[in-house]
Each structure stands twice: as C-alpha cells, then as structure tokens.
C-alpha cells in the first residue's frame, strides 16, 4: 500500500483541502518586502525602541549594536532563503521545522508561532490607541479613550485583512513610504547641519569599539533584534508570490538590508544630534525616552515636520498591525489546512481568495483582549504594548533559531538540492547557536525586558512559550490518530519543484 508522501498526497480529504487556494501570483519582491518592512515600523522602532535601548543598553553604541544585529540575520536569512528555494508555503517557520525536524516540532512551532505572531499583533494595539489618542489630544484638542481608536483601528484592519492581499500592500506601501520619508528629513537636517543641536561637526565615535562595550551591550542587541522582528515573514507570503524561489529570497534580503542600514545611520545620527557624552544622562533625564526623536525634529527641522512625525507615528504603527494581522491569518489558514487547528480556518474567501476566516478570528481574538485590558483599567503602553510584543519578540526569536536547526537538518536530508556549504551547514549552524544564545539571554532578562524585574510575569509570560510548543506537540499526536495521512505530509512543500520525501507517517 502506498504511503502518502510530503509531496504526493493521495486521499479524496487533502485534495479538497487543497481545493482552498489563496490568491497567487499577486506578490512581487518590493511588495511582499512592504509587507515585512510595516510589520518592523521602522518609525516606531527609532522613536519608540531606539532611545530605550540607549538608555538600557550601551548608549552611543547603539548604532555599532544594529550593524552586528544586522549581520547576524543576513546570515540568518543565508540558510532562511536556500531552504526557500526548495520550499514553498505560506506555514512560513511551521513548515519549515515540520520538514526539517519532523511532525511533533513542527506542531510546537505552530502555535509558538500562533502565540508570537497574535501577541505581537495585540500588543500593538495599546500602542496604536495611545500614540493616536495623543495625537488628537495634542494636536486637536479631542480626547477620545485608547481602546475606542484601538476598535475603530481593528475595524479597519479587519476590512483590509478580509479582502484580497493586494489592498493591503497598497495601504503599507503608502504609510511606509511616508514613515520613512519623514524620518529622512530629519535625517538629513542633523547631516547638513552637524552635531550637538548644529553646532558641531559629525562624529564617528558610535562605531569605536569603546562605545560598543559602554554600558550593557546584551540589553542593547535583545532591543535591537527586536526592531527586526517582522522581516523573517517573507516565506508566509511564498504561495501568493511571484516566482517564490526568487522573489521570496529577494525580499528577505532587501527587508533586512533595508531596515539594517536605515537603522543603523539613523541612530547614528540620533547620537551625533545629542553628543555621545550627554546621550544617555539627557535620556535618563526625559520624562519618557521615547520622545527623543520627536525632541530632536524639534530642534532640527521644526514643529511643522515634529507633528506630521507624531502622526505618521501612529500610522506607522498602524501598518505594523495590518501586517502581523495579514501573517496570523495565513498562519491559521496554514495550520487549517493541515489539521492542526480547526478546519474551518483552512478556507480562503471565494472571491478575494483571502484567509477569511483566519481574519476573523485574529480580529475577535484581539477585541477581547483590548476589552480586558481597558476593562482592568491597565496601561494600554506599559502592560498591553509591552508585556506582549516582548512576549511575541522572544517567541519568534526561538523560531528562528529552531527554523536555523530545521533548515541544517533539511538539507543534511536533501544534499542533492544545494551542494554550497555556506548555504546549508555553516550559515545555519551560526544562526541557531547565535540566536539561540539571544533568546536564552532574552528570558532570563525578561523581567527587565517587560521593566517588572520582580513580577510573576517574569517568569510566567516566558513559560507560555513552553505551553504553546507542549500544546503543539499535543496537537500533532492528536493529528497523527485522527488523520494518518495529513500528519504524514505535515508541513509539505505547495510546488512541483522538489522529489518526493519517503517520510512516512511513522
């Protein structure tokens, strides 16, 4: 009898799993790089992350800290893309730990990824609410309530989610653009017009190896690697891509070359506008360290640029919404598809051919808890942002790493695919000890991370990662009794480009 493959399923039930199609061919390398460039707010990173890591980490070593995180994810990405060539689905780290590692960890990274991507989504809606909700106060004189602008922003998101995926890259591509231009502005005024308010020339100090090692620089890469977080969901948007095994690839890299180098300079010259022997008591002097890039437009280009950055601020944070919705949807599709969740959520909209359903329930789930936390009266930036977009930085920075492991282990499997070395041991082996020894570091910081040091939650949001990988295991062995034949092809490659697999269900 012949046993279902990866690649050759053969039973009436996958085939009208399979008859649910997103919509493909509607992704190019620039749109599908929107997708993940909004998903890492590049605006929210320099004005909300970058000032932060200063004051906590190494202070005018922080541009220095973004050039290493950068390099460590280009190699990352090195063994992230070759797997991509091979292997394409919108599982995105699920697929790729299922095939590499097989069945029970590829249901572990499922829901890690369902608890990652969701948090990370959810968080930001505290964020959004108050950055907006501020704006209107400051700039209009309105004073509407977060959580209302959270629901009317979730509305909004649920439409563009709902609908075909090309709305909403039409959306980022817009308020990425912006978010970037503005930023540039600034940018370029502290270039023109040199250091310490303008009255100095540039300095190069940030990149000496004394201001590297100045103050923590674990505390700074843990902050740094978390502006990135968002660039490693090209690989969800493969089915929907042109050509996924170049276009996917392609997208990774300028993501990361894109935010690395924007975040590098523009820290760099965040440092050059403060002078690096100020930077971090002038930090610790603000009453929120996050308004000190809005403080530098200020003295640099004026209150006109200073309020449309205040705006694109929360707009930017919007975009980064959108697109961690659009990620959780195609995760919940995947896993529905593949039994690992309701069936339910495997189907596509007949029309827009969009993960409908995924939608939906990302966007209930998210009303609850932005009711929950509004209803307890909670800090819609100290506990709703934080405490989960931290929760859902370290999740997704065990998924790289176990995605590293997965992708040596699949081409140890495969040799006959790729015979560089670089691509398939070294690259892969550097990114799970790296980013493994990250997000270990990461939880036993956590307490700070979250600025509770002291806090059950400390301890007790980490541990839902190990809920989540115990529940997905659970989920696979349950897959494996009920349907034998979709646990065997878990994770399985959506093109015609690689052999058939001889795993088996066993």
Not at 198 to 227: K, M, P, R
Not at 356 to 377: D, E, M, N, P, R
């Amino acid at each position: 009898m012949t046993t279902p493959s990866p690649d050759h399923p053969s039973s009436d039930h996958i085939e009208r799993r399979d008859a649910q199609q997103l919509r493909t061919g509607q992704l190019n390398t620039f749109a599908i790089a929107f997708l993940v460039v909004s998903a890492a707010a590049p605006l929210t990173a320099m004005a909300g992350g970058a000032p932060v890591a200063m004051l906590l980490g190494n202070g005018p070593g922080v541009p220095f800290a973004y050039v290493i995180v950068s390099a460590l994810l280009i190699i990352f990405a090195v063994g992230y893309t070759a797997m991509s060539r091979h292997h394409t689905s919108t599982g995105g780290f699920y697929a790729y730990v299922a095939r590499g590692l097989r069945q029970y960890a590829g249901g572990s990274a499922a829901w890690i990824a369902l608890l990652g991507y969701n948090a990370m989504q959810i968080g930001l809606y505290g964020l959004f609410g108050s950055a907006a909700a501020s704006f209107l106060s400051e700039n209009v004189g309105i004073d509407v309530p977060w959580w209302l602008i959270a629901l009317v922003g979730m509305a909004v998101i649920a439409v563009l989610g709902y609908r075909q995926v090309d709305l909403s890259v039409k959306v980022l591509s817009v308020l990425v653009a912006c978010e970037f231009l503005v930023v540039i502005i600034v940018d370029v005024a502290v270039g023109v017009q040199g250091g310490h308010g303008g009255s100095t020339g540039l300095s190069f100090d940030s990149f000496s190896w004394s201001s590297l090692t100045s103050g923590s620089l674990a505390i700074a890469l843990l902050f740094n690697s978390a502006s990135f977080i968002g660039f490693e969901a090209t690989t969800i948007y493969s089915e929907e891509a042109h050509d996924p095994k170049r276009t996917v690839p392609r997208a990774t890299y300028l993501a990361v070359l894109v935010i690395g180098v924007f975040y590098t300079v523009t820290t760099w010259l965040m440092v050059n506008a403060q002078g690096s022997d100020q930077l971090v008591k002038h930090l610790g002097g603000l009453a929120d360290p996050t308004g000190f890039l809005f403080e530098i437009s200020q003295t640099y280009v004026g209150s006109a640029v200073t309020r449309v950055m205040s705006l694109l601020f929360a707009t930017s944070v919007f975009a980064a919404l959108l697109a961690f919705h659009n990620a959780v949807a195609r995760y919940l599709y995947a896993l529905g598809r593949e039994g690992l969740v309701p069936e339910v959520m495997g189907r596509t909209h007949r029309v827009h051919l969009s993960p409908h359903i995924g939608s939906v329930s990302q966007t209930a789930l998210a009303v609850v808890v932005v009711i929950i936390f509004a209803a307890t009266k909670q800090d819609p930036v100290l506990a709703l942002f934080t405490w989960l977009t931290q929760l859902g930085t370290l999740a997704i920075l065990y998924l790289m790493a176990l995605a590293s492991l997965a992708v040596l282990v699949f081409f140890a499997r495969h040799p006959h695919l790729d015979a560089n070395p670089w691509r398939t041991k070294v690259a892969p082996v550097v990114g799970f000890l790296a980013l493994g020894a990250v997000a270990v570091y990461a939880t036993s910081q956590f307490g700070n991370l979250i600025s509770s040091p002291g806090s059950p939650l400390a301890w007790a949001l980490p541990a839902l990662i190990a809920v989540a990988a115990v529940l997905g295991a659970v989920s696979a062995a349950v897959l494996r009794r009920v349907s034998p034949d979709l646990f065997a092809i878990m994770g399985r490659h959506r093109g015609d480009d690689l052999e058939p697999s001889t795993t088996t269900a066993g």
